[in-house]
């Protein structure tokens, strides 16, 4: 379903305004925070823009009528938020500037000529240093990834753990059926589970379970989002969506000032926020400082 | 159906089996809503059950299917033992592999095939009923796909709270549950039930009768009280304990009770003057009844007066019209008898006249014959005289025939009577009488064997046949039938009575019968007088019926002729039967027979010319002759010749003075050898009337020829007569 919003500004285009296309994956949160810090800062800015939105709702069906559409209306700039609409735009939109947000790993805006953007995962180093701060008593760290997907990840956190003052035990799984044993395997060696994005380890069908796993074994696990730590993870770090949508709005107006998508190297989150769960320290007996919760910025 | 109009259902009763009959239907009528609801809440409740289970191992094994990790699936499946209502559990991968399955019964049970087409989306759960065929028990199947999220849209996987993006099935659950616990459950509620609801009926009842007794009470007392005053007794009133509808009920009936005291004491004062008056009225009745009675009594006399007098008036009506029909019968008869004795009369007139004729003619014929026959004697054939003579004779001859005839008609010839069979008579006459009615007339003859006889003159009783079947014939001109047919016959009362004449008795009948032109009434009525006839000129002398009724009359017989134009005619002849042996009959005599003689013989004759002829005769055929005039002059000859032998008297009958029977019987006392011949012109009624003829008395009827006197003086002295 694409909705077309108008009059967001009063900048006509052809009177020296912009026309911004935003393609939403989702038009619920966190991408509205987003989409509010990326017109905010170009508001600030006295950027006057014409925006054209085409949210998404779930049905990626109607990802290419909505490029069609954006196609047509030609606009200054493509804003794309989220993964899925975003690939699907990189692949079909080659002569329009396309700005990225909300998007897992940078992978996606490297082959592209046309587009740059803020992704969501953040640096090994920035991974450890803040679990050194929550779990300050924390030496082993234990982590199952899919080769495939995560190789490169993994190689560079096992250069970074040691130097962090962590034992990393990276555990690679090929099939989902031998992640079973892996768990019970780590169970008996890794004093808490970090949680990556991997589609083959972390995904709907295992997120239970390893919560479970995890509540079971007294082994705190770092979850991907302030939503797995509702739901029993210890601890999530979590950019901050609104500073995510400015650091876009900086992109952008390098690019509607004619800068080419490529030429700007795309970025992870500048700001960090975390959520914790203390119902799931209390349970595990883990202490956790004041500090440290008093910082967070989401408490279960 | 009386039995059933008097039955008597009390007000209690009816009421009681009201409440009861509705306190029963209500009582079952909640407890089958009751059950009826409890049922189908259990069912629903089942079916949700197995919605949850199977929901919720939909979710909890998505893990162990997409790890296929068995132990965690195993531990799922764990947790359902303590269920009682878990039959079976499979857990199928996307392949309908089954990781896990458990049997929760020690029954073998074959659940349905997994309908895997038709689970492919979320929520989605197909559940059905059936019969497991190892022990025949209802069992539901429930089926409901695994589904996983294999998005590579890392973020959104992340936030646990939304709907999976990009659902697949990842394998699917099959749950069955048992109805046995549920059976149980429900077989359970319907006992407590039935046991709470029999409980409820019974207090209800039991407060129903104790409620309808209370209630009904005061009702049974009105009605005692009712049945009171129907009885005639006033004396009684109710007492008032209630405060509603009854007691206003009570109030309303001791006033009408003391109204009607006062009604009936005046009724009673009414009835002493009703009961004087009804006396005087049932005196009244009676006195009226008893009269009625007289009156029916009177009244019945003179209807039975009536009827019986009708009923008399109605057997002298029935008389006087049998009175009439006789009287007109016999009027009839009588009309009939009349003008049969008018024919009689005028045939006997007919006859009378032909005899007195007939008489005459012969003593003439008598002479003329005897004087041709004396001619001719003395004449050659080759004289001129001689053939005048014979035509002289010839002439004779023939008119005597027609005497005789005549003589037959009126029944005064002289009869030589013979008991004879008829049947016999007709075989005698059989060829004769076919070469008479020639070739084309048939001859039919139906003689009845046992025929009884008849006593009559042969000769004259084939003339009588001769002559009918001559008509007969001559009535065929162009052929036909003649039908001869002899029978015996009884003549009854009523015959008798209806045909003049006519004796009842046993006859003889003889019937000739032809197929010719039969006859009009008129024509049947003349058939017997002399001289008629309808043949043409010259062919019939009218003298042959007359000769036929003359015959049968001097007979004793009785002759009838039944005849229509067109249909032939039949004459019927009745001679009385007569118990005697049939005598043979005698042949012609030989006129070739010597009959000359030397005898004496003594002639007695008054007319003398017939006198002289026979003397003439007799003296040239050899004989002496004595001749007389009368009886007296006869006697003094035979004393006169007292020495001389006579042979023979030859007299005549009716003589004046003495008759010839008186000479005789003179002549015999002088001669008693003497033998007699009669001889006579009468008819036979005045032989008999004279006492001539008797059993072997001779006689020869006048005229007569030469030769036949000859032959019969001959046969008289030969001693055969």
């Not at chain 2, 080759?382 to 029944?411: H, M, N, P």
């Not at chain 2, 016959?489 to 209806?498: K, Q, S, V």
């Not at chain 2, 055929?621 to 004595?626: A, F, I």
Request: charged share 25%; aromatic share 8%; hydrophobic share 40%.
């Amino acid at each position: 379903m694409v909705i077309f919003i108008f009059g967001i500004s009063r900048h006509d285009a052809e009177a020296g305004s912009f026309r911004i296309s935003v393609f939403l994956s989702d038009p619920g949160w966190p991408f509205n925070e987003v989409l509010d810090g990326f017109q905010s800062y170009l508001r600030g800015k006295g950027i006057s823009a014409y925006y054209d939105l085409y949210p998404l709702e779930g049905n990626p069906e109607g990802v290419g009528q909505a490029i069609q559409k954006i196609k047509m209306n030609r606009p200054h700039l493509i804003f794309t938020i989220g993964s899925l609409t975003t690939e699907a735009t990189l692949k079909e939109v080659k002569d329009i500037p396309i700005l990225a947000g909300m998007i897992l790993r940078p992978k996606l805006l490297k082959a592209s000529s046309n587009g740059t953007g803020v992704f969501l995962e953040f640096p090994a180093e920035t991974q450890f240093k803040w679990l050194r701060q929550i779990l300050p008593d924390i030496r082993t760290v234990g982590v199952i990834y899919h080769p495939k997907e995560n190789q490169a990840m993994i190689e560079n956190a096992l250069r970074v753990a040691p130097k962090m003052g962590f034992h990393l035990k990276a555990n690679e799984v090929h099939t989902p059926q031998a992640l079973p044993y892996t768990l019970n395997r780590l169970a008996k060696e890794v004093e808490v589970l970090w949680g990556i994005p991997d589609e083959l380890v972390l995904n709907p069908q295992t997120a239970k379970h390893i919560l479970l796993f995890s509540f079971r074994e007294s082994i705190p696990f770092e979850g991907l989002s302030s939503t797995w730590v509702k739901a029993g993870a210890l601890y999530a770090l979590e950019a901050d969506y609104i500073d995510l949508g400015v650091q876009c709005g900086e992109m952008a107006l390098g690019l509607l000032n004619g800068v080419r998508g490529n030429s700007i190297s795309p970025k992870p989150p500048r700001k960090v926020i975390y959520s914790l769960n203390l119902k799931t320290a209390e349970q595990m007996k883990i202490k956790i400082s004041e500090k440290v919760i008093r910082e967070a910025s989401q408490i279960f | 159906m009386d039995l059933k109009r008097n039955k008597r259902i009390k007000l209690s009763t009816k009421f009681n089996l009201l409440t009861i009959s509705l306190i029963l239907a209500t009582s079952l009528g909640i407890t089958f809503f009751i059950i009826w609801g409890e049922i189908k809440k259990t069912n629903q409740e089942l079916l949700n059950h197995g919605k949850i289970i199977a929901n919720m191992m939909s979710q909890n094994s998505e893990y162990g299917i997409y790890t296929e990790d068995w132990v965690s699936l195993s531990r799922l499946v764990k947790g359902l033992e303590f269920d009682p209502n878990m039959a079976y559990l499979f857990i199928f991968n996307k392949k309908k592999i089954p990781l896990v399955y458990k049997f929760f019964k020690s029954t073998m049970i074959f659940p349905p095939e997994l309908l895997h087409e038709k689970l492919n989306s979320p929520n989605q759960i197909l559940y059905q009923k059936f019969i497991n065929r190892q022990d025949r028990k209802f069992y539901i199947d429930f089926q409901v796909p695994v589904i996983g999220d294999h998005s590579d849209r890392t973020l959104e996987i992340f936030n646990l709270d939304k709907e999976r993006a990009n659902p697949k099935v990842i394998g699917y659950v099959q749950v069955g549950l048992t109805q046995e616990h549920l059976q149980k459950t429900i077989s359970q509620f319907l006992l407590s039930n039935l046991f709470f609801t029999s409980f409820i009926v019974f207090v209800g009842v039991g407060l129903t009768l104790y409620i309808t007794k209370r209630i009904t009470l005061p009702i049974k007392k009105l009605r005692w009280m009712a049945q009171e005053i129907a009885e005639g007794k006033f004396d009684h009133s109710i007492e008032i304990e209630t405060h509603d509808e009854i007691s206003d009920l009570s109030l309303a009936f001791n006033h009408m009770l003391d109204r009607l005291k006062a009604y009936q004491d005046k009724v009673e004062e009414r009835n002493a003057e009703l009961t004087i008056a009804n006396q005087k009225m049932l005196q009244e009745i009676n006195e009226r009844k008893r009269m009625e009675e007289a009156l029916q009594k009177a009244h019945d006399e003179l209807e039975e007066r009536v009827r019986k007098r009708t009923e008399e008036l109605a057997r002298i009506n029935e008389a006087l019209k049998e009175e009439i029909v006789e009287r007109k019968r016999a009027e009839e008869e009588r009309i009939s008898l009349q003008e049969q004795l008018q024919q009689a009369q005028k045939m006997e007139a007919i006859g009378q006249l032909a005899g007195g004729v007939a008489h005459d003619f012969n003593n003439l014929l008598t002479i003329i014959t005897g004087y041709s026959d004396l001619m001719l004697s003395q004449l050659n054939e080759e004289d001129s005289l001689y053939g005048d003579v014979i035509e002289i004779k010839r002439a004779a001859e023939r008119a005597s025939t027609l005497t005789r005839q005549l003589l037959a008609f009126s029944r005064k010839q002289v009869l030589q009577p013979k008991i004879l069979d008829l049947n016999q008579l007709v075989a005698n006459l059989d060829k004769m009488l076919r070469r008479l009615i020639g070739e084309d007339i048939e001859l039919v003859t139906k003689m009845d064997e046992k025929l009884g006889r008849i006593k009559a003159d042969p000769g004259q009783i084939e003339q009588v046949v001769l002559n009918l079947v001559v008509n007969a014939r001559d009535a065929m001109p162009k052929g036909g039938r003649l039908t001869i047919e002899t029978a015996n016959a009884e003549l009854d009362e009523y015959y008798t009575r209806t045909h003049l004449g006519v004796k009842p008795g046993h006859y003889v009948m003889i019937s000739i019968s032809d197929t010719g032109a039969g006859m009009t009434p008129e024509v049947k009525e003349r058939i017997f007088e002399p001289f008629f006839t309808t043949k043409e000129k010259g062919r019939g002398t009218g003298l042959g019926l007359s000769t036929v009724y003359g015959i049968v009359k001097q007979s004793e017989g009785y002759i009838w002729v039944y005849s229509e134009p067109g249909q032939g005619t039949t004459f019927k002849i009745y001679f009385p039967v007569i118990e005697d042996m049939v005598e043979s009959l005698e042949s012609t005599p030989d006129s070739k027979k010597t009959v000359r003689g030397t005898e004496t013989i003594l002639l007695v004759e008054d007319e003398e010319m017939v006198r002289g002829l026979v003397r003439m005769i007799l003296e040239r055929n050899g004989y002496h002759v004595l001749e007389a005039s009368g009886g007296e002059n006869a006697l003094r000859i035979a004393q006169e010749y007292r020495s001389q032998p006579i042979h023979l008297m030859v007299t005549d009958v009716v003589m004046p003075g003495m008759s010839g029977r008186e000479l005789v019987d003179c002549m015999k006392i002088l001669r008693p050898e003497i033998k007699i011949l009669y001889i006579s012109g009468y008819t036979n009624d005045a032989i008999i009337r004279h006492g001539v003829l008797g059993e072997g008395t001779a006689f020869l009827q006048k005229p007569f020829t030469a030769n036949i006197l000859t032959h019969k003086i001959r046969e008289v002295l030969d001693g055969h007569s």
